[in-house]
């Protein structure tokens, strides 16, 4: 065993302001979905461009929440196909199974790993009606070529953003791309955190509607207001079955901090991402796929894939690393490879041969804001020692 500290897989950087403003909420007597909650959806477009981007944001407790309400205002039901990645976290296809769906996993393309657009139009039917790209690790997914397959077939794009704030395409921020909206995730170790959290974005004024409704029980107090200038303030309608997915202002309260801080997070991750890129030369690895040229990559995770000549296994190389006190994961155990899904369509490894060797060979690197340039030396050097 190691005789330094462990180094985790990922911690979130809460600083005094964060600290501060949950502090503040709590005295305030205000706890629940509150000024707080709106004031992160205001800021949150401002971060993505200000109001006069059209764009609606619809803070939620989690990003699995903000896809299924995407979905169920998009009119996603029993019948429908939807297309996504079986490269990614079970949330992103589970909530086309919540609405009755069903699902269609397709191949990564090696370049990005992220969904293979060829893979997708091949993958399309007359019960087709959404893409569901997932930016795997921070890279954007191949988004022009996915909005222009889906304009010839008539389909809906939602983004699976959860790794992806702040990322680039064609140099704008995903958040603000001509697909139909875009989730975030503010799990505890996401790229921006508030504990659990989400946010649905969008430029479709409709949807946001239904989404604001969806999110809270279904209730409305728009059918009131069309007859009467002053509604109650005890006054709603129930218009849906909803749900409750509603953001606490605790945890916006956190999210109003952590997002001032998103860039300065962006640019340590990506420094992290640099110095593994030097410090980890001359070893059998392929390390992860860049952002093109004048793009950004949120760098939410480092995955390195393992040379056919590397002297060790992919599940050995993580016990050693864990042996030396560094702790390291796998993103992901592809769905094909999940009982549930497996079964359910008769998956085989075969049919996504470029996903289940990049799992094979696959390990996630620790990356966030609060390693020190010694600690990331620490995390090459041990891999010096297992693989050189
Ligand atoms: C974390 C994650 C989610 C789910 O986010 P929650 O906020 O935990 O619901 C969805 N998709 C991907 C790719 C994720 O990594």
């Known amino acids: 065993m190691s005789a330094e500290p462990f180094l985790p897989f990922a911690l979130p950087e809460i600083g005094e302001e964060e600290i501060a403003e949950v502090v503040d909420t709590l005295r305030s007597g205000w706890i629940t979905t509150g000024p707080k909650a709106r004031r992160f959806e205001a800021a949150f477009v401002d971060y993505l461009g ?57 191949d990564i393309d090696p370049a990005t790993l992220c969904i293979d657009p060829a893979a997708v139009e091949a993958a399309i039917t ?28 008539g389909l809906k794009v939602v983004e699976d953003a959860a790794h992806a704030l702040p990322a680039t395409v064609g140099g704008a921020l995903v ?38 409704v969806m999110r809270l029980h279904g209730m409305s107090r728009d059918a009131f207001d069309r007859f009467t200038a002053k509604v109650p303030s005890w006054y709603y309608e129930i218009v849906a079955p909803g749900f409750k997915y509603n953001l606490t202002d605790i945890a916006a309260a956190l999210g109003l901090h952590q997002l001032r801080r998103a860039d300065a997070f962006q640019q340590r991750r990506a420094a992290i991402a640099r110095r593994y890129g030097e410090l980890l030369q001359g070893l059998p690895l392929r390390l992860p796929p860049q952002a093109p040229p004048g793009e950004r990559h949120a760098w939410h995770l480092y995955p390195v894939r393992l040379a056919d000549d590397a002297p060790l296994p992919r599940d050995a190389v993580i016990e050693r690393l864990f042996e030396a006190g560094i702790g390291c994961s796998v993103h992901y155990i592809p769905l094909h490879l999940q009982p549930y899904w497996r079964d359910r369509y008769g998956l085989v490894p075969e049919q996504f041969p470029h996903s289940q060797r990049f799992y094979e060979r696959t390990l996630s690197l620790p990356i966030y804001t609060r390693m020190s340039d010694a600690d990331v030396q620490r995390v090459a050097q041990a891999l010096h020692r297992i693989l050189g």
């Not at 006069?52 to 169920?72: D, F, M, Q, R």
């Not at 790209?133 to 921070?138: A, F, L, N, R, W």
């Not at 997914?141 to 222009?148: G, I």
């Open 126 to 153: 007359p019960r087709t009606k959404a893409i569901v790209p997932v930016h795997y690790g921070g890279l954007a997914a191949d988004m022009p070529r996915l909005l222009d397959i889906a304009a010839r077939h």
């Open 175 to 212: 958040g603000t791309l001509a697909s139909d909206a875009t989730v975030f995730s503010f799990y505890a170790n996401k790229t921006i955190t508030t504990g659990e959290g989400g946010m649905l974005v969008t430029r479709d004024a409709e949807l946001a509607r239904r989404a604001r």
């Open 50 to 106: 200000g109001p006069g981007t059209g764009l609606h944001a619809i803070a939620v407790n989690s990003a699995t929440a903000g896809l299924h309400l995407a979905l169920e205002a998009l009119g996603i039901g029993p019948g429908d196909e939807v297309v996504t990645t079986t490269h990614t976290f079970t949330a992103t296809a589970e909530v086309v199974r919540y609405l009755g769906a069903d699902v269609v996993l397709v």
